[in-house]
C-alpha cells in the first residue's frame, strides 16, 4: 500500500479563490511528521508547512494551513487567496518513526504530486 | 538561497560512465539526506548520513554509492549509467533528525 495518496493529479483554482490539495496517509506509527513542498517549474523543492503527529493545532503559515484529521489519516493542504505564482507542483511528505530515540533514519516518504494551476 | 548547495546544477553524459554529484548541507545540519525525481518513479529516498556515518539506506542501486566526509559535505556516486538514470537528483539537509528538511535545487542528469 502507498504510504501517502494525493488523489488530485492536476488542479485548477481561479486566481484570489482557496484552493484544497488532498493527501491521505498510511502508518502504523503513533509518531510521524507530516509536510508539504512546493515544486516550481525551475526545479527547486521549497518546504511549506508541518504537522507533528501530537500536534493538536492545524498548522498554519501564511496563505497556507494544513487540515489535519489524525483518524481519517489525511493531512490536506488550504491555500487562500491563490496567486499566479502559486502555479506549481505540490507534494506532501511523511517522516515516520519516534523523534530522537536513535531508532529511525527518518527519511521522507511522498507522494506522487499534484499541479496546481492558477487561472487568472 | 536555501543554504544547501548542490553542484553541478546540470550534467549531461553518456551510457556507461561515471559521475559524482556533490551537496554541500546547510551550515550545523549534521544529517544529509539524497533523493531521486524521475517522470516515472517520482520522488525516490535514495540514502542517509548523520555525521559520517551511513544511517539507512532506501531504493538505492548497486551501482550507485554515497559517503559524508568530516566536512559534512556529501557526495553521490552514480556509475555504469544507463538511460534510465536521467533524473533529478535532490540533496536535503536537516540540524536534527526528523525535522527542517532543506533542500538543495538539485542536480539535472542527463544519460544520452
Known amino acids: 500500500a502507498q504510504k501517502i495518496t494525493q488523489t488530485q493529479p492536476g488542479m485548477f483554482v481561479q486566481e484570489k479563490e482557496a484552493v484544497t490539495l488532498d493527501c491521505t496517509y498510511d502508518?502504523?506509527?503513533?509518531?510521524?511528521?507530516l509536510f508539504w513542498y512546493k515544486q516550481p517549474s525551475s526545479g527547486e523543492m521549497i518546504f511549506l508547512i508541518y504537522?507533528?503527529?501530537?500536534?493538536?493545532q492545524n498548522a498554519t503559515e501564511g496563505r497556507y494551513s494544513l487540515n489535519f484529521q489524525k483518524a481519517r489519516k489525511s493531512a490536506n493542504l488550504v491555500i487562500s487567496a491563490s496567486q499566479l505564482g502559486d502555479s506549481a507542483m505540490y507534494f506532501c511528505?511523511?517522516?515516520?518513526?519516534?523523534?530522537?530515540?536513535?531508532?529511525?533514519?527518518?527519511?521522507?516518504?511522498f507522494g506522487k504530486g499534484t499541479k496546481l494551476s492558477v487561472i487568472p | 538561497d536555501s543554504g544547501v548547495t548542490q553542484t553541478p546544477k546540470h550534467l549531461i553524459t553518456a551510457t556507461g560512465q561515471r559521475v559524482t554529484l556533490r551537496c554541500s548541507p546547510r551550515?550545523?545540519?549534521?544529517?544529509v539526506y539524497w533523493y531521486q525525481q524521475s517522470l516515472d518513479q517520482g520522488l525516490q529516498f535514495l540514502i542517509q548520513?548523520?555525521?559520517?556515518?551511513?544511517?539507512a539506506k532506501g531504493n538505492i542501486l548497486e551501482r550507485f554509492s554515497a559517503q559524508q566526509f568530516p566536512d559534512l559535505h556529501s557526495e553521490l556516486n552514480l556509475s555504469s549509467l544507463e538511460l534510465g538514470d536521467s533524473a533529478l537528483y535532490f540533496c536535503?539537509?536537516?540540524?536534527?533528525?526528523?525535522?527542517?528538511?532543506?533542500f538543495g535545487s538539485g542536480t539535472r542528469l542527463t544519460v544520452v
Open positions: 511528505a511523511m517522516r515516520e518513526g519516534q523523534l530522537y530515540s536513535g531508532a529511525g533514519s527518518y527519511q521522507l516518504t
Open positions: 504537522q507533528g503527529s501530537y500536534d493538536e
Open positions: 536535503a539537509s536537516s540540524a536534527y533528525e526528523g525535522h527542517g528538511y532543506t
Open positions: 551550515s550545523g545540519d549534521l544529517s
Open positions: 548520513y548523520y555525521n559520517g556515518e551511513e544511517r
Open positions: 502508518t502504523s506509527d503513533q509518531s510521524y511528521g
